[in-house]
């Protein structure tokens, strides 16, 4: 991989960042996780969101989070902790609605120092987002590779530099071919951490998820607590101990031919409260 080296500059002009993060509609976000956690999919994508704009609000480095979304329920929510939202007026995919908000963060505040960042980042701790941000201020173009070492998640333009994005698939070169520096630190595991599958997001609760997502989780799992193989029905205890059946449709939803009890579950469900209806069992699969 080509490398570019670039006399450090000073600090930013205006000494923080503004972040730009894009989120596609919720009903067909995170498309890859669909095969781990079926119809949780669009409530996942929320929270990893959340927990993003929340960790990203929270470093000490960062003076405002622009989401380019035309999701209704994402924009509200990610309102509430303080992003703006501005519509993707380009629609013209990932990387038009990234240099939509760099330029919107701009007509604003032409010195702005912008990055862009992906929005499934739910382990997002502020003080690697921190360290990531300061190495960035030495460069004019810098970019983060994902934790697999192909794609990115995050880039960085330094004050009247362009952001230039091309995230997508091997982002990693292709930014490194526009002359963007590489960010090679071995503590910023979570800024790193993308979620697109059931192992990606294993990997990430390893590290330590936040708020949104791990709240969102706690409501898809449970323990098996009774059984009946002849009607294929039977009950899961919630996180919090509270017993709730399960009917034949469920079972057979998931694919299970034997449940035992005290097995960890993951489950699908309908309604609150005492009208909670499970509507798919099957095993924890991250």
Request: aromatic share 4%; hydrophobic share 45%; net charge neutral.
């Amino acid at each position: 991989m080509a490398r570019h080296v670039y006399e450090r500059r000073g600090r930013a002009t205006d000494g923080v960042w503004s972040l730009v993060v894009p989120l596609k509609p919720l009903s067909v976000a995170k498309s890859r996780l669909a095969a781990a956690v079926g119809a949780d999919r669009p409530g996942l994508a929320l929270a990893f969101a959340q927990d993003t704009v929340a960790g990203a609000l929270a470093c000490a480095a960062v003076r405002d989070v622009v989401v380019v979304t035309d999701d209704p329920l994402a924009g509200a929510e990610l309102a509430v902790l303080g992003a703006r939202i501005l519509p993707d007026a380009p629609a013209g995919g990932l990387n038009a609605a990234l240099a939509h908000g760099a330029r919107a963060v701009r007509a604003g505040r032409p010195r702005a120092a912008v990055a862009a960042m992906n929005a499934d980042l739910p382990s997002l701790r502020p003080v690697e987002l921190l360290r990531v941000l300061e190495t960035a201020e030495g460069f004019p173009r810098a970019f983060l590779a994902d934790a697999a070492g192909i794609g990115t998640t995050l880039l960085s333009a330094a004050p009247e530099t362009e952001l230039a994005p091309a995230f997508g698939g091997p982002s990693r070169v292709r930014h490194s071919a526009s002359g963007a520096v590489e960010i090679a630190r071995p503590d910023v595991e979570s800024v790193r951490r993308d979620v697109d599958t059931g192992a990606d997001l294993r990997a990430a609760a390893t590290l330590g998820l936040g708020a949104y997502t791990a709240r969102y989780s706690a409501r898809m799992q449970a323990t098996a607590y009774t059984y009946d193989s002849q009607t294929r029905s039977g009950s899961v205890l919630l996180d919090d101990g509270t017993p709730v059946r399960f009917e034949a449709p469920a079972f057979d939803a998931g694919g299970l031919r034997m449940l035992r009890p005290g097995q960890r579950v993951r489950i699908e469900t309908e309604g609150e409260g005492s009208a909670l209806r499970i509507t798919l069992i099957t095993l924890q699969t991250f």
